[in-house]
């Protein structure tokens, strides 16, 4: 079965430090991975998918397929960055997305 | 475009009553998902649909079920509703084909006393 793991339930770190939100998936076929962010009482939305290979806010994610994983990275966080980010899955076909539990970023000035 | 809403916002049900929580979506798109979001948990896969007339369940389906009568609402129904199913409810939308972003809703805070 597909899993998504996010080993740290909440990452907190100063502001101007890097950061780096783990993502571990299982899954035999080749999946699309996404990072949804949740802001504090907001909707769900797309940080970025592996497929697009862009930066947003100044986060990036790679997909190493050789370790399964899908790290979320960026150089220098910032206040605004605190919020709840899902690594997700997608198997191929429109199926539905699986997501791991969640890190709470906080982002200590 | 008000993309996807959900109704209503907020909810506080006794044990044992119904409710109905309607999602809509105004872009057209086949699939259409429920969620619970809980801490610690994550979000679960309720039920989802990928077109008009069809459903299907997802990881944790008992206690709720759904309809899809119109392509751009998806319902989803508590007949009995229990303090475990105290949650936010998203529910989301997807256009089909292709690497398309999955929009959510704002979500639904349900409490169930």
């Known amino acids: 079965a597909q899993r998504v793991t996010q080993p740290e339930k909440l990452l907190s770190v100063f502001k101007g430090a890097p950061v780096e939100l783990k993502c571990n998936y299982s899954?035999?076929?080749?999946?699309?991975l996404f990072w949804y962010v949740q802001y504090s009482r907001q909707r769900l939305q797309l940080l970025l998918r592996?497929?697009s290979r862009e930066s947003i806010k100044g986060f990036t994610a790679d997909l190493n397929k050789g370790e399964t994983s899908f790290h979320l990275k960026k150089p220098f966080a910032q206040e605004e960055d605190s919020a709840m980010y899902y690594c997700?899955?997608?198997?191929?076909?429109?199926?539905?997305?699986?997501f791991g539990k969640g890190t709470r970023l906080s982002v200590i000035a | 475009n008000a993309g996807v809403t959900q109704t209503p916002k907020f909810r506080v049900l006794k044990t044992g009553q119904s409710m109905t929580l309607l999602c809509a979506q105004d872009?057209?798109?086949?699939?259409m998902y429920w969620y619970r979001q809980d801490p610690g948990m994550g979000l679960r896969l309720i039920h989802y649909?990928?077109?008009?007339?069809?459903?299907a369940k997802g990881e944790v389906p008992d206690g709720y079920n759904v309809s899809r009568l119109k392509k751009q609402n998806f319902l989803l129904g508590l007949e009995s509703a229990a303090p475990s199913q105290t949650s936010v409810y998203f529910c989301?939308?997807?256009?089909?084909?292709?690497?398309?972003?999955?929009?959510f809703g704002p979500g639904t805070r349900l409490t169930v006393l």
């Open positions: 899954y035999s076929g080749s999946p699309e």
């Open positions: 649909s990928v077109g008009e007339g069809t459903t």
């Open positions: 592996h497929i």
């Open positions: 997700a899955l997608k198997r191929v076909g429109n199926t539905p997305l699986v």
């Open positions: 989301a939308s997807l256009l089909a084909g292709g690497y398309n972003e999955q929009f």
């Open positions: 872009m057209n798109h086949e699939y």
